[in-house]
């Protein structure tokens, strides 16, 4: 039995990788235009639900354009002088790691003014609620909740229940096939554990 609540415990494991994997978005900046001048980045990003651990690709002629990420200020006058991070390959993945307003502009002379900029509202990643358990005993009588409906002490504000957000309207052809490669890998993985009888 202690093999058998193990190899479930690794399954488990297993499928949480799998859907925490499947929840981050790649989101390909511009679309099928790319990085260029010329385009309107704000409402690309407008209708996009973009939070943390996602990733922003830029696609773009390397040597022509560059990607250099930089704070509020520098985003407004255009200056890549104090880039938090730069790239300039032609390809550039930014992987989403914290909450809130991320800026992005080109770096190249004239091209952020030109419209090679991009502002970014990531949201805190949520959460799945999992779900609950069933009683043990079939015939376990309905017990009433305990626990307080309202707040009990006065003037304390209840908590809000989280917002699930809605998958991303578009995403990149990479990314439903790397979220395809990582499903079929959770489950040659289970069906690993259940051929060698630890499942």
């Known amino acids: 039995m202690g093999s058998a609540g193990g190899a479930c415990l690794a399954a488990l494991a297993v499928l949480l990788l799998v859907i925490t994997t499947a929840s981050a978005a790649k989101y390909t900046v511009g679309d099928s235009s790319g990085w ?3 385009a309107d980045y704000t409402t690309w990003a407008s209708d996009k639900k973009i939070k943390v651990g996602d990733s922003l690709v830029f696609n773009y002629a390397g040597g022509a354009h560059n990607v250099a990420e930089v704070s509020a200020a520098d985003y407004a006058s255009c200056s890549a002088a104090n880039a938090l991070s730069s790239d300039g390959s032609g390809t550039t993945t930014v992987a989403l790691k ?3 307003k991320h800026y992005f502009i080109c770096g190249v002379t004239g091209h952020c003014s030109s419209g090679m900029k991009l502002a970014v509202d990531v949201a805190a990643a949520t959460a799945a609620s999992p779900p609950k358990a069933s009683p043990t005993t079939p015939d376990a009588p309905d017990t009433p909740s305990t626990t307080p409906t309202s707040p009990s002490t006065p003037g304390a504000t209840p908590k809000t229940p989280a917002t699930v957000l809605a998958p ?23 069906a690993g554990l259940v051929a060698a009888g630890l499942f």
């Open 168 to 190: 991303p309207a578009k995403q990149s052809e990479s990314g439903a096939s790397e979220l395809r490669a990582t499903a079929v890998a959770g489950l040659g993985a289970i």
């Open 36 to 38: 260029t001048t010329g």
């Open 98 to 100: 914290t909450a809130g």
